[in-house]
């Protein structure tokens, strides 16, 4: 052995006797805490008062002296910040009582709100406690909650609070539905199901769930797996049910055959047709979406934007809830979420879910080229594109997605959103690596190469879900490896940068071009796609193979 090394084992020896000298309450703060024995039970006993009753049982506390719960200040998926504290009310402490308990005296437990989302209870050296509240709640949509007489229909984020430092710690859930009323989530395994389990609180929250009296189930098979699809409709439905279910099936077909086997048993499709919905909505979740339209399902209009809704959000399955850029997941619900890929994450979806209602025959080419058009159109024409990167866009996602402000603020002239912006680099990406792989590679083969490297053979992250994150960094060297030559200059032009991506030579590679044509409003253009039909042939040939896929 040489000196230098035998320093270094000195060296390594005398840390280790450091540490093990060191004070116990030191190290065990890196130790992870026990995990504790946590239940909720929601209850709804006055539906019309729109509040629903929250119980919170904690157990295993082993002498600790309080315990913290916290609120959470946004949802996953939605990421302006809410915060859902604001509708907490009537918090209580309480001892815990075991359910198998003949007699048990509830002694009260002082509870100190610390700050706007987070109350401690004084545990006393108990080894079980109880937090009660109770949350108001009547909006339907993605994000919020809404109990009224008609139903209850819940997002975890915005109803549950979590108990500080113990998020990874598994929970279960008892629904106390009204009379008559039926429970569903993308958990259900059965019709009369009301208890859940959960590995951990970040699963539970993203399970919405519907409680009715009157809503219906259609199920359907691909691939060995079941697909329900719900409908709660509130207005006239011109029999549309199962013409909804059969196009949903469809666009579920299209988009397995595009990627690999998903990674669960069940999903499940929540529509909601409310004329008296306030906005619709889209939400994607690890086994299910929830989808909000503000008309009624006989509308052609409302039921196409709710099929197009539907392809997005099934998308999702694949990529952002498994597939997923670094910051989503788990979550920090303390303060606004950071991530700088959600152009990839919203964006590439877009672009998926349109090629997938092409593929499913929901829609023609014309169709699907006037919609890529018009996102480019909206792109183009943003006096933001030019002052904010696909990158910041999605850094900046608390400020554009569904945020509010009192205070005046000049965002619609300096930022776009990353949804189309992130559309508009897809198309042209994908065209890019199809003509210049001649047809040997696509997008649709980094998506899936990216999902088997990050999710499926990566070691886990951390306790929320298989795998890991990745880095934009990471992605654009997958990027160039799958496509068969480099892309930095792509992302650093158009990704990191604000430059309008190479559309001409991106569309031409597969028999498309495109026209712009002056608009009303200075430097504002119309743009059209279309179909060279003078193109070489195998540039035409190229064109047919992405439109119509690969079928399995």
């Not at 309450?25 to 995990?35: E, I, K, L, V």
């Not at 939605?78 to 009582?97: E, L």
């Not at 949903?248 to 499709?269: C, G, I, K, L, N």
């Not at 709710?306 to 999702?316: D, I, L």
């Amino acid at each position: 052995m040489k000196a230098s090394a035998r320093t270094h084992v000195v060296r390594a020896l005398c840390l280790l006797a450091l540490i093990a000298l060191a004070p116990a309450h030191a190290r065990a703060q890196d130790a992870p805490a026990p995990a504790y024995k946590i239940s909720y039970r929601l209850s709804m006993p006055d539906p019309a008062s729109h509040l629903f009753v929250v119980q919170v049982d904690v157990e295993g506390l082993a002498g600790a002296p309080h315990v913290d719960f916290q609120m959470p200040r946004w949802s996953p998926g939605r990421y302006a910040v809410f915060d859902f504290a604001k509708n907490v009310q009537g918090v209580r402490g309480a001892s815990h009582c075991p359910v198998a308990a003949a007699k048990c005296e509830r002694a009260s437990h002082p509870v100190e709100r610390l700050d706007t989302q987070t109350w401690r209870v004084d545990a006393k050296s108990a080894g079980a406690l109880t937090f009660f509240y109770k949350v108001f709640a009547d909006d339907l949509s993605g994000t919020f909650s809404q109990l009224d007489r008609r139903h209850a229909n819940f997002n975890g984020a915005s109803v549950f609070v979590y108990v500080a430092g113990h998020k990874q710690d598994p929970v279960s859930l008892k629904i106390d539905a009204p009379k008559g009323w039926k429970v569903i989530n993308g958990e259900s395994e059965r019709a009369d199901q009301t208890e859940f389990r959960f590995p951990n609180y970040d699963l539970l929250v993203d399970t919405p769930t519907e409680v009715a009296p009157d809503f219906s189930v259609q199920t359907f098979e691909v691939g060995g797996k079941t697909y329900r699809v719900v409908v709660h409709s509130f207005g006239d439905e011109g029999g549309r049910r199962p013409e909804l279910a059969k196009a949903v099936e469809r666009v579920v077909r299209a988009q397995v055959s595009m990627m690999p086997e998903p990674d669960f048993e069940r999903y499940t499709f929540l529509f909601h047709f409310d004329p008296t919905a306030r906005r619709g909505d889209g939400m994607e979740h690890l086994n299910s979406t929830q989808i909000i339209e503000t008309g009624a399902l006989s509308d052609r209009e409302i039921f196409e934007g709710a099929v197009e809704t539907a392809a997005h959000e099934f998308f999702h399955v694949w990529n952002v809830k498994r597939l997923r850029p670094a910051g989503l997941g788990p979550w920090d619900f303390t303060r606004p979420v950071v991530t700088r890929g959600l152009w990839i994450a919203e964006g590439f979806t877009n672009y998926f879910g349109k090629l997938a209602q092409r593929r499913a025959g929901l829609w023609d080419d014309e169709r699907l080229l006037r919609s890529y058009a018009a996102a480019v159109a909206g792109i183009e024409n943003a006096p933001g594109s030019r002052l904010t990167s696909a990158v910041e866009a999605s850094v900046l996602a608390p400020f554009i997605d569904r945020a509010t402000s009192e205070q005046r603020t000049n965002l619609a002239q300096t930022v776009v959103s990353y949804y189309p912006k992130g559309e508009t680099l897809a198309l042209p990406l994908d065209l890019l690596i199809r003509g210049r792989s001649r047809g040997r590679s696509s997008l649709e083969e980094v998506m899936r190469r990216a999902y088997h490297r990050f999710y499926l053979e990566s070691p886990n992250d951390s306790y929320y879900l298989k795998g890991r994150a990745y880095t934009v960094e990471e992605f654009e060297r997958l990027a160039s490896e799958v496509a068969g030559f480099d892309l930095s200059d792509f992302f650093r032009r158009h990704v990191y940068g604000v430059e309008p991506p190479p559309y001409e030579e991106a569309l031409a590679h597969v028999g498309l071009r495109l026209r712009r044509t002056p608009s009303a409003g200075a430097g504002r253009a119309d743009f059209r796609i279309e179909k060279d039909e003078r193109a070489p042939a195998d540039a035409r040939a190229l064109r047919e193979a992405w439109l119509e896929g690969n079928r399995k």
